[in-house]
């Protein structure tokens, strides 16, 4: 297709954001479409970026439209659904949110989209699994958020530790976007050398706790996250359009455990172009499988038709 075009479903805190951070930037994107189920909604947002495009860094349109756009579209970004409430898991807002999901990728396909899904919505790594299913789309193209907001978290923090810019540490978060997520340390390093070696224990340990937890702390102090994601969600945007063959840990299908989950992957045009195959420690593989047992779990706790 490569018209570079992009829809954003849902333009709430997340979509809304995620749509200003593409227009801060030197972005891929030509055009961005916004679509919600409140249409008035969608009008302000876009009449309000608009105001932007005379000083921002690129030109990029933008317009409120419907599924029905997405015909032509590259990607489309799903961040409508039910938001995470104080003291709510990611888990908990499953039943809410698959049912919405199916509606909305249903629709979308009915227009003759044949791009990209790039889902965001919680719990992202299921309703990533049940876009596959319910677009029918092959499983490359179908891609979630994963843990590349949890890597920037990880990587940030070190980089506090260490003294060095976070761009200088390589990371990644892996498993579900939630509460079963992990570090990998067995790989982590600053320009070669190792973070095991760096820190102690209990200070990786510390660290993990903190990555793990900090939505729940920033949920409960400002209500939502989504200056970190929407600014993720763009990266991987970039790296799409860009065909940059970037490596992300995106959520994406795992033929072998047949869920999806955050994994080191490269990105680019095409979608995922493949899984990385990694030798993790005994112990994480241990964790990982926790992870995906909990994603099977919540899965198969999901009744509906697909």
């Known amino acids: 297709m490569d018209n570079n075009k992009v829809m954003i479903v849902g333009t709430g805190n997340v979509g809304a954001s995620i749509a200003f951070a593409l227009m801060n930037q030197r972005t891929a994107v030509n055009e961005i479409i916004l679509t919600d189920i409140i249409a008035k909604d969608t009008e302000g947002e876009a009449m309000d970026l608009r105001d932007a495009l005379a000083v921002a860094p690129s030109y990029v349109k933008v317009r409120n439209g419907t599924y029905k756009d997405a015909r032509d579209c590259d990607v489309v970004v799903i961040t409508a659904g039910a938001a995470q409430k104080p003291g709510e898991t990611r888990m908990e807002l499953l039943k809410k949110n698959v049912n919405i999901l199916k509606g909305m990728v249903e629709q979308i396909m009915e227009s003759g989209f044949n791009g990209i899904f790039l889902v965001v919505t919680n719990p992202m790594d299921v309703l990533t699994y ?177």
Not at 132 to 152: C, H, N, Q, Y
Not at 174 to 184: C, F, N, P, R, W
Not at 233 to 255: K, T, Y
Request: charged share 25%; hydrophobic share 40%.
């Open 130 to 306: 049940y876009t596959m299913k319910f677009s029918k789309l092959p499983a490359e193209r179908v891609i979630g958020s994963g843990t590349v907001l949890d890597s920037a978290r990880l990587r940030q923090r070190i980089a506090g530790y260490v003294n060095v810019n976070a761009k200088s540490v390589h990371a990644y978060q892996i498993g579900e976007h939630g509460d079963t997520e992990l570090s990998v340390w067995s790989l982590a390093e600053v320009g070669g050398q190792k973070v095991t070696e760096m820190l102690p224990k209990a200070t990786l340990d510390g660290i993990s706790d903190f990555v793990k937890n900090e939505a729940y702390e920033i949920i409960e102090k400002k209500g939502a996250t989504y200056y970190g994601i929407a600014t993720c969600v763009a990266q991987i945007l970039n790296c799409i359009l860009n065909d940059e063959m970037r490596v992300l840990a995106v959520s994406s299908f795992d033929s072998f455990s047949g869920t999806c989950f955050g994994w080191p992957s490269v990105v680019g045009r095409a979608g995922i172009i493949r899984r990385l195959d990694l030798k993790i420690s005994e112990k994480e593989g241990m964790e990982l499988q926790k992870s995906i047992n909990a994603l099977k779990k919540a899965i198969n706790s999901v009744k509906i038709k697909v």
